[in-house]
């Protein structure tokens, strides 16, 4: 049988009802995370949108610059040109 001082060592061990989280508690909780967490979402969205649209834009341009080597070499070659690296 529990006496007075095993209640007492339970009542140090447990939560008070004012120390336990209610579910409206939990419940506010889950919706400033989830808010928090859509505007991460939201700046990884704009990050990875600009990384895309550089990426698009790095590959033009090497595709640019392989063209108009192409385009020299073709000319140097019509024009009797050697090239040196």
Same mark, same amino acid.
């Given at each position: 049988?529990? +006496? ?12 008070? *009802? ?6 409206? &508690?939990? +419940? ?16 990884? +969205? ?6 895309? &649209? ?11 610059? &392989? *063209?108009? +080597? *192409? ?15």
């Amino acid at each position: 049988m529990l +006496d007075n001082n095993d209640i007492q060592k339970l009542v140090e061990v447990f939560a008070t *009802r004012e120390e336990a989280v209610t579910k409206l &508690d939990f +419940d506010e909780f889950k919706n400033e995370y989830k808010k928090e967490f859509n505007k991460f979402l939201t700046k990884l +969205d704009e990050k990875t949108g600009k990384e895309a &649209d550089k990426i698009q834009e790095e590959t033009m341009l090497k595709n640019k610059v &392989d *063209r108009h +080597d *192409r385009w020299i070499n073709k000319i140097a070659n019509k024009v009797d040109v050697k090239l040196e690296s």
